[in-house]
């Protein structure tokens, strides 16, 4: 006998649907611990850093300065020029190189406690808090109706942020832009309107990023999220849930024999759900939208304490020491295996090289421009003239004499102010002229090089080539 067809819907009925998940509002609960510990000190030496390197001076300037306008770039004693690039490159990959490194290792503890998305994050949960109570209290205040308590909390919550937020945006242009004269400006409301510009885009970022996008910024538009998972392995250690040992969860009371009612470890209280500031349950597994922050260790080893049971029912651990393939104490020996050492070394080779660069940096510059205008010239007495401009740049912080001598041609004289005093962390441009009878040497185009040497110290030299026509 033939089932009945359901009954569908008629043609121009509408239908709900979403293309996206509706957010959720994550009222992430305080905790406490090891791992907590650790974010507040990370969160406290990242802003002191970020903060308070901004107004330290060196030599008479700021210690830390992007001059883009004179292309000049201060970090504490060096002075580095758009033809140091190399520098920022290697630096590139260092950074590159270690995130793979600890991702390989240990996951993303970037995300968890370095990353600028969860230290402000962090900073404006605490401001929350300490305005609005924890998360019960949140709740209970965004679902009252509005009064004059709800409206001052909230008012006085969003002043402190935004507070902080323009604050860190104009701290973050007083790396570019003289921070001291730059307050001085903004004391004056003399401030330009690109600086103005600059300190609300980055406020607006930071206010609207850790204030309100969140743990959006970590699932969606962070794209280390997606490919996060290319550098772990089952020797990876991650934040894992002990299904063995947790399974089957329930309720029960402190004095209860939990073993005898076939009960495992987890008390099922949600309190690793709760304190997850992007709304996981760990317990569902490693999923692409936990950050690493270990906000449910610390909360599940809170309840294991109370209930008197032994921690680490959630724990970092590696997929095989979960599966039994060796026990927790031999997760350190596979943490160090051929990948990270291989890893390791080629980091610290590039370190090395990084640093060796650093220090066998020679103190001086030299470009050569040539004269495109007239490329040889004819003098009253026969011989024949090229013309260059030779960029000196002094890279140190104290003012340079060199000499300029040149070579390749045999005869071939040179015609420059000598010597040439460049300032401190300055260039100068000087013009350069060399000439030559052509009776000796042949038409066409020959190599020459110009060497611009310190006077008082004959290491800091260097050489650059050019090209002298004849016809």
């Not at 630096?91 to 390989?104: E, K, P, Q």
């Not at 007239?374 to 740049?393: C, F, H, K, P, T």
């Not at 002229?433 to 020959?446: F, M, N, Q, Y």
Request: charged fraction near 20%; glycine fraction near 8%.
């Amino acid at each position: 006998m033939s089932q009945p067809l359901p009954k569908l819907a008629p043609v121009n009925s509408p239908v709900d649907f979403e293309l996206y998940e509706v957010r959720r509002t994550i009222y992430a609960r305080a905790v406490h611990g090891w791992f907590a510990n650790w974010r507040i000190a990370l969160v406290v030496v990242t802003q002191l850093v970020f903060y308070g390197t901004a107004w330290l001076t060196w030599n008479g300037r700021q210690a830390v300065l992007f001059d883009l306008a004179a292309r000049k770039f201060y970090v504490f004693g060096l002075v580095f020029w758009p033809q140091d690039f190399i520098f920022l490159t290697a630096l590139l990959i260092i950074s590159a190189l270690a995130l793979f490194l600890f991702t390989t290792v240990a996951g993303r503890l970037w995300c968890g406690y370095a990353c600028p998305q969860t230290v402000y994050t962090e900073i404006f949960m605490w401001i929350e808090r300490t305005i609005e109570g924890d998360r019960v209290q949140r709740i209970k205040l965004d679902r009252a109706g509005l009064d004059v308590e709800k409206l001052f909390k909230k008012a006085f919550k969003h002043l402190v942020w935004i507070s902080l937020s323009v604050w860190t945006g104009f701290t973050f242009v007083g790396y570019f832009s003289p921070i001291r004269g730059l307050m001085m400006e903004f004391l004056q409301t003399r401030l330009g309107p690109w600086e103005s510009f600059w300190i609300l885009f980055y406020g607006f970022a930071t206010y609207g990023n850790a204030g309100w996008m969140r743990e959006q910024v970590c699932k969606y538009m962070c794209p280390y999220a997606r490919f996060q998972s290319v550098m772990f392995d089952s020797d990876t250690l991650i934040i894992t849930y002990d299904a063995q040992r947790g399974e089957p969860r329930g309720s029960r009371s402190k004095s209860a024999d939990y073993a005898k009612a076939g009960l495992g470890s987890c008390v099922d209280c949600g309190i690793c759900v709760q304190a997850c500031p992007t709304g996981i349950d760990i317990r569902d597994g490693l999923q692409y939208e936990c950050i690493g922050c270990a906000a449910c260790i610390d909360g599940c080893d809170q309840v294991m304490d109370k209930m008197g049971y032994p921690r680490g029912l959630i724990r970092y651990a590696t997929e095989n020491s979960i599966n039994g393939k060796y026990p927790d104490r031999a997760i350190l020996g596979h943490v160090m295996r051929p990948r990270t050492l291989i890893y390791t070394a080629i980091l610290l080779a590039i370190v090395a090289a990084f640093v060796a660069m650093l220090y066998l940096r020679v103190p001086l510059k030299v470009d050569v421009i040539r004269d495109r205008t007239a490329l040889v010239r004819e003098l009253s007495d026969g011989r024949l003239e090229n013309v260059y401009r030779l960029q000196i740049m002094n890279t140190t912080e104290e003012p340079r004499q060199f000499r300029v001598t040149a070579g390749g041609i045999d005869g071939m004289e040179l015609v420059a102010t000598q010597p040439v005093t460049v300032p401190a962390a300055d260039a100068v441009t000087l013009p350069v002229a060399l000439r030559i009878d052509p009776a000796k040497t042949t038409a066409g185009s020959h190599p020459v090089q110009f060497h611009v040497e310190d006077s008082a110290d004959a290491r800091v030299r260097a050489d650059e080539k050019s090209i002298f026509y004849v016809r």
